[in-house]
Structure formats: structure tokens, C-alpha cells
């Protein structure tokens, strides 16, 4: 099975640079999602890590190192906007494909 | 269709009473995907269909819960004598392939048992 550990709150301030991190155990781990959920709304899909090192999309960044169990979400340019709920989500190899969730980290983006 | 698609969007249903709760997937997703989610909490996983065949079920909660996928498309996860425990917000999702984990994820249904 797999566990994901990640903070439960962060909070910064708009056009700061914010880091979200996640570790993981997992047992035939495959890859790094990133979902953001607004208050709300539906969980929507930010990245995807299946390799080690940075993926780069527009403000997001997600990082990923297999070897240390650990990745990050990096958002810069911090917008009001952006306040939300980020969740890291585990894939599985093998016939397990689905992915499991964090618990998510609620990020607060003050004036 | 141009996303996921569920309804109701929100269902009150006594104590039990069963349930049905439908998901219309992106037209040409192979995968569909159920997971239930508490407030405050991640979406934890129920059950999951490549095409019409169910792939792992190994998450849905009890023998009263139940997932089809007939024709590959539309799916419906029923749950038979409903208790209060199984209130929750239940969301669907929808991948191109079984590789692919940006899941494109429906509005969901809440289900509250009175």
C-alpha cells in the first residue's frame, strides 16, 4: 500500500514563493500527482512526476526524487487565487493503478 | 461530453434506503475511477473499471457497496442499506488510459443519510 505525508496548513503572502512538500512509502511506486481543490469544487490535476527532477508549468513546479521518497509542489508569483487545498497523490505500478491521496495541505495566500 | 458528469449533485436518503449514484466520464476515457471524500480529507479510493471490466475493488468499504460499468461509459455505484456512515461527498474521475494519472474529476454527489 502506499502513505503520503504532507503539511496540513501553509500560509504566505501574495507574489511570495511557497514550497509544498510530500513524502511517501509505497510499494511499487510509480509516479508524483499534484491536485489542487478550491472550497467547493472538484479536485483538478496540476502534475505529474513519473522521473526524478522538475517539472515546470507556467507559476507551478513539481519535483520529485525517487531515491529520497520525497517530492515538492513549488507556486511562485503568489496570487489570492491560489488559496486552496493541494493535494500529492501516489501512482502505483503493477495492476494497483489507481492513485492514493494525501491528506492535503491548505494553502493561505494574505494580502 | 466535455467533462465528468455526475448526478445528483447532491442526494438526503433515510437510513436504509438504497442508492445510486451515476458518472458520465470524458467520451473516450478508458479508465474510470470512484473515491469517496470526507471534508477536511484527501479522496480515498473505492473502486476502479478499464473499459466495462472492474480492475480493483479492493477499496469499497463493505459487501454493500457495488460498482458496474455495462457498456464502458456510464457507471453507477450503488449502496444498499444506506447508514450514516456512508455520508459523504462521493467523486468520480475519468482518465484517458490506465498510464496516464492527470485524472480529470467530477463535481460529485453529496450524499447525506438521514
Known amino acids: 500500500g502506499q502513505s503520503l505525508e504532507q503539511p496540513s496548513e501553509v500560509t504566505a503572502v501574495e507574489g511570495a514563493i511557497v514550497q509544498i512538500n510530500c513524502t511517501y512509502q509505497t510499494s511499487g511506486f510509480y509516479g508524483l500527482s499534484w491536485y489542487q481543490q478550491h472550497d467547493g469544487g472538484a479536485p483538478t490535476f496540476l502534475s505529474y512526476?513519473?522521473?526524478?527532477g522538475l517539472e515546470e508549468t507556467g507559476r507551478f513546479s513539481s519535483f520529485l526524487s525517487r531515491s529520497d521518497s520525497y517530492g515538492y509542489l513549488l507556486l511562485q508569483e503568489l496570487q489570492m487565487k491560489d488559496s486552496a487545498s493541494y493535494f500529492c497523490a501516489g501512482g502505483s505500478s503493477g495492476s494497483a493503478r489507481q492513485l492514493t491521496f494525501g491528506s492535503g495541505t491548505q494553502l493561505t495566500v494574505l494580502p | 461530453g466535455a467533462g465528468v458528469s455526475q448526478s445528483p449533485r447532491y442526494k438526503v436518503t433515510k437510513r436504509g434506503q438504497d442508492v445510486a449514484l451515476r458518472c458520465d466520464p470524458i467520451?473516450?476515457?478508458?479508465?474510470l475511477y470512484w473515491y469517496r471524500q470526507a471534508l477536511g480529507q484527501g479522496p480515498e479510493f473505492l473502486t476502479y473499471f478499464n473499459y466495462e471490466a472492474q480492475q480493483d475493488k479492493s477499496g469499497l468499504p463493505n459487501d454493500r457497496f457495488s460498482a458496474e460499468r455495462p457498456e464502458g461509459s456510464i457507471s453507477t455505484l450503488t449502496i444498499q442499506r444506506t447508514e450514516q456512515r456512508d455520508s459523504a461527498m462521493y467523486r468520480c474521475?475519468?482518465?484517458?488510459?490506465?498510464?496516464?494519472?492527470?485524472?480529470?474529476f467530477g463535481s460529485g454527489t453529496r450524499l447525506t443519510v438521514v
Open positions: 474521475a475519468s482518465s484517458l488510459d490506465p498510464n496516464n494519472y492527470g485524472y480529470t
Open positions: 512526476n513519473a522521473l526524478d
Open positions: 467520451s473516450g476515457h478508458v479508465s
